[in-house]
């Protein structure tokens, strides 16, 4: 597949494009005790101080490129440095398409490399943050449950799948009956539901390139995926409360893929003492992606707020301990 079927701007080539948006784009495959990701990194192209560090987790069937990657960029503009990578089962990480077979498994493997990131000496004494959005924010979630106290500095989430509509919630009668097939089921791609991206994009024009992702998955969900999915929001319903870091929650009251009462159970149960959550009217799944460019600029910059001025903050008390 060539370069520019795997790019949203199209066939403008990729060196050019990243620097006209000022920011320096690298690609690797990581090698992680599940497999390999593919994974992605964008740095201010000014060569300046990094303010901070971010690691961002999309969602299901989709990958770090394509129109996800208009998130790490405008990170890496506001100049810190992001880090993405598909998640196992999804663009050209290693894994069957869509897959989630166990999603306790997906978070440490994904946490292989986002601590790795981390860790760097050339990032020592910059915050860290994750950002995950749908299920990339379920995972995250995850990933702060494995963690260590002050392994991070914060997490931001954008339309977290904390809690699914009843219409996606799959049918325990269901999964019950595929079980007894003995695992012969589990990547069946027979569950119920179709067409998501009408679901999570409001602007005909952006939903019309995000369906032309050629490397996002657009069958039916597998039996185990479903499985999966609810098996996380049952964890994080009965452990959201051990949450300890600086969180912000962005969710639209018209998500109608994952619901923003999820991300108000977690923000009123967060032991955080730090925790910001914003509600948009009328706004979709695809906060990001798939919003016009009006609501799109008042998200980034409400994200652009928070991490901006907790970075400040810990930059301050950096320098403090330093005198």
Not at 9 to 36: F, L
Not at 87 to 105: F, K, M, N, Q, T
């Amino acid at each position: 597949m060539a370069d520019a079927d795997l790019n949203f701007w199209g066939d403008m080539p990729e060196n050019e494009y990243y620097a006209s948006q000022g920011v320096i784009n690298k690609k690797e495959y990581v090698t992680t005790p599940n497999g390999r990701l593919f994974t992605q990194s964008w740095l201010p192209a000014g060569g300046g101080p990094i303010k901070g560090v971010v690691c961002c987790t999309h969602g299901y069937g989709s990958t770090c490129s394509w129109m996800f990657q208009k998130i790490p960029i405008s990170i890496a503009q506001w100049g810190y440095a992001a880090y993405a990578a598909d998640v196992p089962g999804h663009g050209r990480s290693d894994g069957l398409r869509a897959y989630v077979d166990d999603i306790e498994r997906f978070a440490a493997t994904l946490l292989h490399f986002y601590g790795g990131v981390r860790d760097r000496e050339a990032y020592r004494g910059v915050p860290k943050y994750l950002f995950g959005e749908s299920m990339g924010g379920g995972i995250t979630l995850l990933m702060l449950l494995k963690e260590r106290p002050g392994a991070w500095d914060g997490a931001m989430f954008s339309a977290p799948l904390f809690e699914m509509p009843t219409h996606m919630k799959p049918s325990r009668l269901r999964l019950f009956a595929y079980g007894l097939l003995l695992g012969l089921a589990d990547t069946w791609a027979v569950m119920p539901f179709s067409n998501m991206v009408q679901h999570a994009v409001r602007d005909p024009a952006k939903a019309k390139v995000i369906a032309a992702n050629p490397m996002r998955y657009q069958g039916p969900p597998r039996v185990g995926t479903m499985r999966e999915l609810s098996r996380m929001c049952d964890t994080i319903r009965s452990r959201c409360h051990e949450v300890d870091v600086p969180i912000l929650l962005l969710h639209g009251t018209a998500d109608d893929l994952a619901t923003h009462e999820g991300s108000q159970m977690v923000h009123e149960r967060a032991k955080s003492s730090d925790k910001t959550i914003k509600l948009y009217e009328g706004m979709y799944h695809s906060l990001i992606q798939g919003e016009s460019d009006e609501n799109v600029i008042v998200v980034l910059g409400d994200m652009r707020h928070w991490i901006d001025s907790r970075s400040a903050a810990a930059a301050m008390a950096c320098e403090s301990t330093q005198m």
